[in-house]
């Protein structure tokens, strides 16, 4: 069975920081691409950033210069580090697993950037 775990989220202040963490079992974690998404109420789902197996990295205009997305595979854990935090950035965060077309989803973890 494969489980993708978030957790890191919660309320901060604007400039704030953050670290969410994704567990991932059931998978030969090192293998696939992995990612980071959020979603707001009444919108699509969207990329903040993405890590392939080699350690490449993609990240949106919205969040480039203050997220750092990350992995270690020795643990099935990606991670992102949210830094210089905006109100705009608030939203359920879910991780994200692909390889060859199969795709696995976190349950989501909420930020709240607010004063």
């Known amino acids: 069975q494969v489980q993708l775990v978030e957790s890191g989220g919660g309320l901060v202040q604007p400039g704030g920081s953050l670290k969410l963490s994704c567990a991932a079992s059931g998978i030969i974690f090192w293998l696939y691409q992995s990612g980071w998404y959020r979603q707001t109420p009444g919108k699509q789902r969207e990329l903040v950033a993405t890590i392939t197996r080699d350690g490449t990295t993609n990240y949106a205009d919205s969040v480039k210069g203050r997220f750092t997305i990350s992995r270690d595979n020795a643990k099935n854990t990606v991670y992102l580090h949210l830094n210089s935090l905006k109100p705009e950035d608030t939203a359920v965060y879910y991780c994200?697993?692909?390889?060859?077309?199969?795709?696995?989803w976190g349950q989501g973890t909420q930020v709240t950037v607010s004063s």
């Open positions: 994200n697993a692909g390889l060859h077309g199969a795709y696995y």
